[in-house]
């Protein structure tokens, strides 16, 4: 499967607890972007990153939140002491430039908290 | 105000039966990318068009057929003789900034229920 991979599908955790997801980018895209989807809200857009950088984290919150893309491996979106309003699926998408192609969504992660 | 609108929330119909999905936008843009997604009851977002804000024509791949007008700002979807497997929520979504893909506006979708 060449797509976007993310894992877990399900993520239950108590509040408190860290949630790490992971995403693979389709091969050949080295942009990596996440969107959270909250009941009722469309999705939103949190963070961009390339190969070992974060280029824009403008929608990221401010406390809990981080990504990372290394060089070897996975994008990891971390949440540290959940809260029940971290509730949401969370997509991974990649693309293979910024500008002018399509993104490629993964499956998503639904993140339960409780 | 760079913003996207699906007014139709919920969309019932049966199977066979045409159907348009509405989307209306405003950006003060003049060049932008606009988006169709379809998020079915797995979960996942499968894209579905791109349409760059100079380009009119209209689309059609299979039973989807897209019309893009920018005198009304609209980008609607219509789906010829649905089925079952359309029963998806639909996402329309703008890029501002010449496609900047971090500035994707997303609408609050419309949820299709295609009945056999």
């Known amino acids: 499967n060449a797509g976007v991979m993310q894992n877990p599908r399900h993520l239950v955790r108590r509040r408190g607890q860290e949630a790490r997801l992971r995403c693979s980018p389709m091969?050949?895209?080295?942009?990596v972007y996440w969107y959270r989807q909250l009941p009722e809200e469309g999705l939103k857009f949190m963070v961009y990153?390339?190969?070992?950088?974060?280029?824009?984290e403008s929608g990221m919150p401010k406390e809990r939140f981080s990504a990372e893309f290394p060089k070897e491996g996975p994008s990891i979106l971390r949440i540290q002491q959940v809260v029940r309003g971290d509730s949401a699926a969370y997509f991974c998408?990649?693309?293979?430039?910024?500008?002018?192609?399509?993104?490629?969504f993964g499956n998503g992660t639904r993140l339960t908290v409780t | 105000a760079q913003k996207v609108t699906q007014a139709q929330t919920e969309i019932s119909v049966v199977e066979k039966e045409d159907v348009t999905l509405d989307c209306v936008y405003e950006?003060?843009?003049?060049?932008?990318?606009l988006f169709w997604y379809k998020q079915p009851p797995s979960g996942e977002l499968v894209f579905l068009i791109r349409?760059?804000?100079?380009d009119e024509q209209n689309e059609i791949s299979g039973r989807y057929s897209w019309n893009f007008q920018k005198s009304t700002s609209s980008f609607n979807f219509t789906i010829t003789a649905s089925q079952v497997v359309d029963s998806a929520v639909y996402f329309c979504?703008?890029?501002?900034?010449?496609?900047?893909?971090?500035?994707?506006?997303w609408g609050l979708g419309t949820s299709l229920a295609v009945n056999p």
């Open positions: 998408a990649s693309s293979s430039t910024d500008y002018n192609s399509p993104l490629h």
């Open positions: 091969k050949g895209h080295s942009h």
């Open positions: 990153l390339q190969k070992e950088n974060i280029i824009d």
């Open positions: 950006t003060r843009d003049t060049t932008y990318y």
């Open positions: 349409r760059n804000s100079f």
């Open positions: 979504a703008l890029t501002p900034n010449a496609g900047n893909n971090r500035k994707l506006i």
